[in-house]
């Protein structure tokens, strides 16, 4: 009998489940090891990691009940989504709790939540659900780019105002989904042209307007999210407005494309400490790792549970702790894939595998950025980095994950088989 309340609680691809619980439990290891400065500064040395405990449970509450609901019944929140993230887009934008400079906060019932987190899942449903109502016997049809790009860009416009990675994490998803759903391939190279030529526009835009040392100077010791363009107490111009972050943007990827080799006594801790420390901490693992809460980085690099938690998951654990935990994020995306080749209908295989590139790319950007292959994004690592609402919504993406693995219908044997060519007789 209790086995059959654990098979009914735990629903869904058994795969999928341990790959999020190991990521859990490396979460509460790591933020509970990474959270030094938030206990002092709190002087409780249990708070933090209290706090989030809690933030998992609630996500995990949130999980079991996503799974509950078929896969068939997202497609009735797409509107209900796609109105309440453009309208929180917009208003983060005007209303928003700012972050040293950075409106990306908004509170309802006093609850702070990130419009651009709802907005991600937000764009891989729209994008799943209008693959596969669009799909051809060629493939998707050509107007099915058109209504993609019209809710990718009502959506991720108004993230990339204030959060250029992420508006970037969310387009790149887009694009693979598009790949995957069998967009016609000359459309997609000429939506890439143009990305090239906006990119290099926007590149020549930030390099014009931004002050790389009014961003160095600003505050040089706090973590990616808060490390934006500091509040301005002027009034700023029509240019300033939209190009308000490029002095950030334009130090993050000067410091990234620098090739000047500065000597260990000339390093400038206080400018580049995020991504010095970090760097010390890899250095420091000797490989093996000094073992989980013996991390030494943690007390001087700021926000250490959050933005590169990875890097003191390489000092504690080593290189082979930092391999199973990339390891874990391809096994849910392999596993994504897997489902998704199983799935009978279009949705639910196209939904499933945009979250999975969704967590996985992320994961991926944030896992580069620490070990110095990438400029700084601040994007967290999910499931692991400390985060409230992010953290709960992420957990929200497993459970539709789990529901398309339990819900979804599969195909039969006779759809697997592809009937071979019969011989002609003359």
Not at 86 to 102: D, E, H, K, P, R
Not at 109 to 122: D, H, N, R, V, Y
Not at 208 to 236: H, I, M, R, V, Y
Not at 245 to 269: C, G, M, N
Request: aromatic share 8%; net charge positive; glycine share 6%.
């Amino acid at each position: 009998m209790n086995n059959k309340k654990l098979a009914n609680l735990f629903k869904g691809d058994k795969v999928i489940w341990m790959v999020f619980f190991f990521l859990c439990m490396i979460s509460i290891v790591e933020v509970y090891s990474a959270s030094s400065s938030l206990s002092y500064k709190g002087g409780n040395f249990w708070s933090p990691i209290i706090y989030h405990v809690s933030i998992l449970l609630v996500g995990t509450l949130a999980m079991l009940c996503v799974l509950n609901i078929q896969c068939k019944y997202f497609k009735l929140a797409t509107p209900i989504l796609i109105f309440i993230s453009f309208l929180t887009l917009i208003l983060v934008l005007f209303a928003g709790q700012s972050t040293n400079g950075a409106s990306r906060w908004l509170s309802f019932l006093g609850i702070q939540f990130q419009p651009s987190e709802i907005a991600k899942g937000t764009v891989i449903l729209s994008v799943a659900q209008i693959l596969s109502a669009m799909q051809t016997p060629n493939g998707a049809d050509k107007k099915a780019f058109q209504y993609i790009m019209l809710i990718s860009l009502a959506l991720v416009g108004p993230i990339a105002v204030e959060n250029l990675s992420t508006a970037v994490l969310i387009f790149a998803v887009v694009i693979m989904m598009m790949f995957i759903g069998l967009v016609p391939k000359r459309q997609l190279l000429r939506l890439l042209g143009i990305i090239g030529a906006i990119a290099v526009l926007g590149l020549a835009m930030i390099l014009l307007f931004g002050d790389a040392d009014k961003a160095n100077t600003a505050n040089s010791k706090t973590n990616l999210t808060e490390q934006t363009a500091q509040e301005k107490k002027e009034e700023p111009g029509v240019i300033e407005k939209v190009f308000h972050r490029a002095d950030t943007w334009k130090a993050r990827i000067e410091k990234f494309v620098s090739t000047e080799k500065i000597p260990p006594e000339q390093y400038d801790l206080d400018k580049d400490a995020q991504v010095a420390h970090a760097n010390i901490a890899i250095a420091s693992s000797n490989i093996i790792g000094k073992g989980p809460g013996n991390s030494e980085e943690r007390d001087f690099l700021s926000q250490a549970f959050s933005d590169f938690i990875y890097a003191i998951i390489i000092e504690e654990m080593g290189i082979e702790g930092a391999a199973v935990v990339a390891f874990l994020y391809i096994v849910l995306l392999f596993r994504a894939g897997r489902i998704a080749r199983r799935c009978e209908n279009a949705f639910p295989a196209f939904l499933i595998m945009g979250l999975g590139l969704l967590l996985v790319t992320q994961a991926l950007f944030n896992m580069a950025v620490a070990v110095g292959l990438a400029p700084v994004t601040g994007q967290p690592l999910p499931l692991i980095s400390k985060g409230g609402t992010s953290s709960i919504i992420n957990c929200i993406y497993i459970g539709a994950m789990l529901s398309v693995s339990r819900s979804a219908k599969k195909k039969t044997n006779s759809q697997k088989v592809v009937a071979e060519p019969q011989p002609q007789v003359a």
